[in-house]
């Protein structure tokens, strides 16, 4: 069977570069030294910062990764996204006329020469220069799929020449290395809203923007038996709203890989007393995802 697989967050645990992403980011602010709004030290700026998390974690729906001016991934789905997430819960607070990111925003334009705490974000992404680190857990299930005639794919947002040398550093030998379909571009939203309902809360309906459509491409081209991610909306939902459409079956299963930063919002989703999200399981260990 053929099963396609993310890459980050399911070979890696991004962790370590999803702190030094939001590192990045609040060391550039704090050199800013904004006495006048109460911003000029280490603690001053860290401590809007969590209030700022606090706030937004109220709405955990309403800000992240935007394409197109629409949300592609919830804020705090991962190391990543918590990072991209508060720049857009921000330039949100600035154009709203809130008086400490308005401040911060001023400096970004005038002295480093970015339009949006959403660049800053891009920024510090860009500094980042760290090893990723593996999941030999994944490496161990994959060379085993792989030997058991398994035909295995990673399809990611990353470069495919990235990705190639993640394999070759971490000993993927020619028989038992995965294929790389890379720069799939899955937060990449059309022009055409595809809406789907993920589960129906107490505040109302939970959707996500399934228009992906450079992913559907890959996703319809390589009929995969199962599917492998670690952020829902990413990952996740269009093979859901394709499944539910009886486009593609997914018969060996779609798969959440639940790690340390998976927001206890989309576990109880998928894997609560009442899962909402039947055709999804959630995995905290590869030993949940059997090989047949």
Same mark, same amino acid.
């Given at each position: 069977?053929?099963?396609?697989?993310?890459?980050?967050?399911?070979? &890696?645990?991004?962790?370590? *570069?999803? @702190?030094?992403?939001?590192?990045?980011?609040? @060391?550039?602010?704090?050199?800013?030294?904004? *006495?006048?709004?109460?911003?000029? =030290?280490? /603690?001053?700026?860290?401590?809007?910062?969590?209030?700022?998390?606090? $706030?937004?974690? =109220?709405?955990?729906?309403?800000?992240?990764?935007?394409?197109?001016?629409?949300?592609?991934?919830? =804020?705090? /789905?991962?190391?990543?996204?918590?990072?991209?997430?508060?720049?857009?819960?921000?330039?949100?607070?600035?154009?709203?006329?809130? /008086?400490?990111?308005?401040?911060?925003?001023?400096?970004?334009?005038?002295?480093?020469?970015?339009?949006? !705490?959403?660049?800053?974000? @891009?920024?510090?992404?860009?500094?980042?220069?760290?090893?990723?680190?593996?999941?030999?857990?994944?490496?161990?299930?994959?060379?085993?799929?792989?030997?058991?005639?398994? *035909?295995?794919?990673?399809?990611?947002?990353?470069? &495919?020449?990235? +990705?190639?040398?993640?394999?070759?550093?971490?000993?993927?030998?020619?028989?038992?290395?995965?294929?790389? $379909?890379?720069?799939?571009?899955?937060?990449?939203?059309?022009?055409?809203?595809?809406?789907?309902? +993920?589960?129906?809360?107490?505040?109302? /309906?939970?959707?996500?923007?399934?228009?992906?459509? +450079?992913?559907?491409?890959?996703?319809?081209?390589?009929?995969?038996?199962?599917?492998?991610?670690?952020?829902?909306?990413?990952?996740?939902?269009?093979?859901?709203?394709?499944?539910? *459409?009886?486009?593609?079956?997914?018969?060996?299963?779609? !798969?959440?890989?639940?790690?340390?930063? &998976?927001?206890? &919002?989309?576990?109880?989703?998928?894997?609560?007393?009442?899962?909402?999200?039947?055709?999804?399981?959630?995995?905290?260990?590869?030993?949940?995802?059997?090989?047949?």
């Amino acid at each position: 069977m053929r099963i396609v697989m993310d890459f980050d967050g399911v070979y &890696t645990d991004p962790s370590e *570069e999803g @702190e030094a992403c939001a590192k990045n980011f609040v @060391e550039k602010i704090i050199s800013f030294g904004l *006495e006048e709004v109460g911003l000029e =030290t280490v /603690e001053k700026v860290d401590s809007w910062i969590g209030e700022l998390r606090v $706030r937004q974690a =109220t709405k955990p729906f309403s800000f992240g990764w935007r394409s197109e001016g629409r949300v592609s991934a919830f =804020t705090f /789905e991962d190391p990543f996204i918590r990072n991209i997430g508060l720049a857009d819960f921000l330039d949100h607070l600035a154009g709203n006329g809130d /008086e400490r990111a308005k401040a911060v925003l001023q400096q970004l334009k005038k002295k480093e020469n970015m339009e949006s !705490f959403g660049a800053l974000s @891009e920024w510090s992404f860009h500094q980042l220069n760290l090893k990723k680190r593996p999941d030999p857990a994944a490496k161990r299930w994959v060379e085993n799929a792989i030997d058991k005639g398994h *035909e295995v794919i990673i399809v990611s947002n990353s470069a &495919t020449d990235k +990705i190639v040398e993640f394999l070759d550093q971490n000993q993927f030998s020619d028989s038992k290395r995965p294929q790389v $379909r890379g720069g799939a571009r899955k937060f990449g939203l059309g022009n055409s809203p595809k809406p789907i309902v +993920i589960a129906n809360l107490e505040q109302g /309906e939970l959707t996500a923007d399934t228009d992906r459509p +450079i992913y559907e491409q890959a996703l319809m081209e390589l009929k995969p038996d199962a599917v492998i991610g670690d952020v829902f909306s990413l990952d996740l939902t269009l093979p859901l709203r394709l499944k539910r *459409e009886g486009k593609l079956p997914f018969k060996w299963g779609i !798969f959440y890989r639940c790690r340390d930063y &998976t927001p206890s &919002t989309m576990v109880d989703l998928v894997a609560g007393r009442t899962s909402l999200v039947p055709e999804v399981k959630l995995i905290r260990d590869w030993s949940e995802v059997p090989l047949h």
